[in-house]
């Protein structure tokens, strides 16, 4: 492989672990404006000198905070892509517009309209979103702000009862919609709120005046899974039992950051509860791949540093915890290793330093066909030693790569511009949630400096005709 080559397959690599890992907030070791600042720099890079691969970028397991910005960047330089290229595009975006939260599409059209990007291509992007849109009359209430920003922004023509709820509402003195009118009733009725969506509810009770406990106890009924998943510290200290939910339901991340919310003393005290919950949620996400990956051992990173930051609280822990999960469905036998926690894995807490070469040791003498590491990549007790212990393993113990290493770290180093790596030429790759596992594993092929940047394009042109055609990769 040529140098040009290899450099090229590592931009995007570097790129893909970024897109993946960082959301632009406070991580452990750097502030939320560092971030910003190298997510700013990798998007200008990637996409000016690699636009056909950013833009392939959508069809991957990136998180919704990077596709946004990859949507709104590719539509406001779309002036610089042929005919061909901003058909392409304009698919990838579409599929990803379909795929994402509405809340997170809203902000993209926001963004969008503080740059002025207001071409034809674009109103006709956000007309076709809006078109299969299931309810607007939903929209109106929930996401009012960036519904009517969107329609003034691309010149749409709303219905007419939608339209007058958000740029008149006060004129009208009833709605044919009933949640329209439920929303009308609700600013002059208190007890009409109760019948709306919680995050509509939520700003009308503070405008009622109605304290927090009575609130969630009577939207109880309304709230969603996910919402109600969300809301079970905080109901449980104003003791709000209505909220509590005795199964929680949610994404395997979800469950185990809900999990690690939770006192050690609950966590011990609901142990079946959740056990069952986080294992059913793995068994979910493994699927048909269940049981065939072999002799599985897992180094999973439980030191001080895996509780992040104020604004994502535990969050790398419980990647590594789904992890722990997921990979025991996923293996035929499977060992999970903690650097500090023995024992029940629900009960873990971040605590100490990294020791992750003494754990890799420990790994690797069990001879798995796959070791899977989950951690931030700070090898710190003593510094370098993970580094060494595989260096010498691939070199001397196993040349001929019987045992699979890959690392996986839910942290993005904003001074590198990448995830922190643990040695040369085992594969280190972004990871956010633990449910993107088994394809992150896949791609992590490309890291090792090993694969043609021929392969890496041949690999993303499947995931994207895998993605436009519907499937699940």
Known sequence: ???????????????????????????????????????????????????????????????????????????????????????????????????????????????????????????????????????????????????????????????????????????????????????????????????????????????????????????????????????????ARLGVTAVRDEVPHGSLTRLASYALALPRRDRAARREELTAALRDAARRVAGRRAGTWGRVVAVLDDSYSSAGSGTKRRRPLAVALAAHYLLDELAASFTGLWLAHRGDPLLVHPFGATPLGERILDALELRPDRLVVVSDGWDNAPVGLAGEVLRVWRTRIDPDRRTDVVHLNPVYEAHRFDVRPLAGGVASVGIRDAEDLPALVELARFGTGTAAFDELLGYLDERVSTFLSGEAP
């Open 1 to 235: 492989m040529s140098l040009r080559d290899l450099v090229a397959c590592e931009d995007v690599v570097m790129f893909v672990n970024a897109a993946i890992a960082s959301t632009g907030q406070r991580e452990f070791h750097s502030d939320a404006a560092t971030q910003r600042l190298s997510l700013d720099f990798l998007h200008e890079y990637v996409r000016t000198n690699y636009r056909p691969v950013y833009a392939a970028c959508l069809a991957l397991d990136i998180n919704d905070h990077n596709a946004g910005r990859i949507v709104a960047h590719l539509l406001r330089t779309s002036q610089v892509a042929g005919p061909a290229e901003r058909a392409t595009e304009g698919r990838l975006i579409a599929a990803r517009l379909r795929r994402m939260p509405p809340q997170r599409v809203y902000r993209v059209f926001a963004q969008l309209r503080t740059w002025k990007v207001n071409n034809r291509r674009t109103r006709a992007i956000v007309r076709d979103w809006l078109a299969g849109r299931n309810d607007l009359t939903f929209d109106a209430v929930k996401y009012r702000r960036g519904l009517a920003g969107a329609a003034r922004h691309a010149h749409l023509a709303l219905p007419t009862e939608v339209g007058a709820a958000l740029f008149d509402w006060r004129r009208r003195k009833r709605y044919d919609a009933p949640l329209l009118e439920t929303w009308r009733r609700a600013h002059y009725d208190r007890s009409a709120l109760y019948d709306l969506p919680y995050t509509v509810a939520e700003g009308l009770a503070a405008r009622h005046g109605i304290d927090r406990k009575t609130f969630l106890d009577r939207i109880a009924p309304r709230l969603t899974a996910r919402e109600r998943l969300r809301l079970q510290e905080s109901a």
